[in-house]
């Protein structure tokens, strides 16, 4: 399970990135000889093992020994360190976790796929659906990321519909890295008070997002 990179963001969030390549008995290996504590909850599908292995291993590496991972009312990711706001996404081959001291954030990763075309109704709205181009998975696939890193920020609380309760504009600054930064609202504030920064990959997109007044 190689370690990619740590991220950090202008907000003061870090992400950690891990490449997963490893099978479930490689990872129950490594758990054996780190002697971290399995995570609970692992009748489930495969695939689903292996995310809540990964998960754990990277923040046994970020955090050390003794921190609980659980999830508040809504089912966000939660741990047992004061005043530590964390975000957890994965997909096919990668898994992240965001970390910020401060405040709260959420945090998507997504591999560019077809799918997201079939499916990119549920997540744009009108004036989306107009100006990213319907043929585009990249574009397509920041948006995605971008609206489900809004919805894990307010744990839902801004409304359960990514097509109408949160909204994302186009690209208006580059920083180092490549990373994109872009607008964004969520219900009920009609107002762009949020930003996204998001970053191609290699096959996949991710997005950070946060409230715009811990940028300034």
């Not at 490689?26 to 995310?51: A, I, N, Q, T």
């Not at 659906?129 to 744990?155: F, M, R, S």
């Not at 946060?210 to 940028?215: A, G, I, N, R, S």
């Amino acid at each position: 399970m190689p370690f990619i990179d740590t991220i950090h963001y202008p907000d003061g969030s870090a992400l950690h990135l891990w490449q997963q390549s490893e099978g479930i008995d490689e990872m129950l290996d490594m758990f054996r000889r780190l002697d971290v504590p399995l995570p609970s909850g692992l009748d489930c599908c495969e695939k689903r093992v292996g995310e809540k292995l990964a998960e754990a291993l990277l923040l046994h590496r970020i955090f050390g020994g003794g921190v609980t991972l659980g999830h508040s009312a809504v089912g966000a990711p939660v741990v047992n360190v004061e005043g530590v706001h964390i975000s957890i996404s994965h997909t096919y081959g990668w898994v992240g976790v965001a970390r910020n001291d401060h405040h709260r954030i959420g945090f998507d990763i997504e591999q560019c796929s077809d799918r997201v075309l079939r499916v990119r109704e549920r997540f744009l709205n009108k004036n989306e659906l107009q100006e990213i181009p319907a043929c585009d998975v990249q574009e397509n696939t920041l948006a995605w990321t971008a609206k489900e890193a809004i919805y894990k920020l307010y744990g839902g609380e801004r409304g359960p519909s990514l097509c109408n309760d949160y909204a994302v504009g186009k690209c208006v600054q580059v920083i180092n890295r490549g990373y994109i930064l872009r607008p964004a609202m969520a219900a009920p504030q009609r107002t762009f008070d949020l930003t996204v920064i998001s970053q191609v990959m290699s096959g996949a997109v991710m997005s950070l997002a946060v409230e715009t007044k811990y940028l300034a």
